[in-house]
């Protein structure tokens, strides 16, 4: 089963042969270091939202509550979806939800298994740099025993009130409209807080990598090399894979990566631009990083 660490997955009811979702846009309290929190946007309490798990065939009717100050809407990034539910409302017949109401996404899974999100697209720039967007997987029908599967949604924040070289705790509004970013999170977390990844020698790993912010996260990986093994939630046909440590991943990819747990020990991932593994251009190891720790 996938994982995304620090972040739910989204329950659903089944009625009718129909997955119901229910997604509320809201502010949020995003604790992104311990005692340090981030006056975000998010779905359901967090940024990124939780996570969507649906299965290729199933009907999916997602609800989106708007709590929040402005209208917003919902895209349904990579997949396959009738022009009206893809939630451009400046320009395909797709509402735009005001405050205080609601929309059903309805629609059908045509896509294959793969990762992809969801995110905010009406006042784009805004609402998607406030923190509004998570991941939607399509499992595969019949889960093969597989290893340890890990879901990462990579994003930047600028939270204002902090002077360059200093973190400490308090809860800081953010730029949604600044390219200055100082904090990099993992699934809205910076590292030391960021969860490590637990693998045991022997498994074969897949992580899953997406990103909605305004940078190319290029993510390596110690001590392994990986495969490609899909990109935008499409399957890579095992002779096109390429091997590699370091995969840039920019706005609107996703990649699945995999590698062979043959490595012991504890294993820095994480971004390689150097501002991006450090939290507010301090010192220690911060931002986008994270470790694969051996269990055993
Ligand atoms: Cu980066």
Known sequence: MVITPNVPNLPYQLLDGIKHFELIAEPVQQEILPGVFLQAWGYNGTTPG???????GDWVNIRVYNRLPVA??????????????????EVEP????????YFDYRFRIVN?????????HYQTVRQEMMGLSGGLIILEPTQSPAGP?????????HANGLD???????????DPISDMFNFFTINGRCYPYTSPLPVASGDQVKLRLANVGMNAHPMHLHGHQFIISASDG???????????????????ETFDIEFTANNPGIWPFHCHIPHHVANNFTDPTGGMFTTVIYQR
């Open 50 to 56: 939780p996570t969507i798990l649906v299965c290729p």
């Open 72 to 89: 917003t809407s919902v895209h349904w990034h990579g997949l396959d979806i009738p022009n009206v539910m893809d939630g451009v409302p």
């Open 94 to 101: 797709s509402p735009r939800i005001e405050p205080g109401c």
């Open 112 to 120: 294959p298994p793969g990762t992809h999100m969801y995110h905010a």
């Open 149 to 157: 599967d890990y879901f990462m949604m990579l994003h930047e924040f």
């Open 164 to 174: 360059k070289g200093i973190v400490r705790p308090g809860s800081y509004s953010l």
């Open 234 to 252: 499409n399957t890579i046909a095992p002779c096109n894979r390429l091997t590699k440590n370091t995969i840039p991943v920019a706005s609107g």
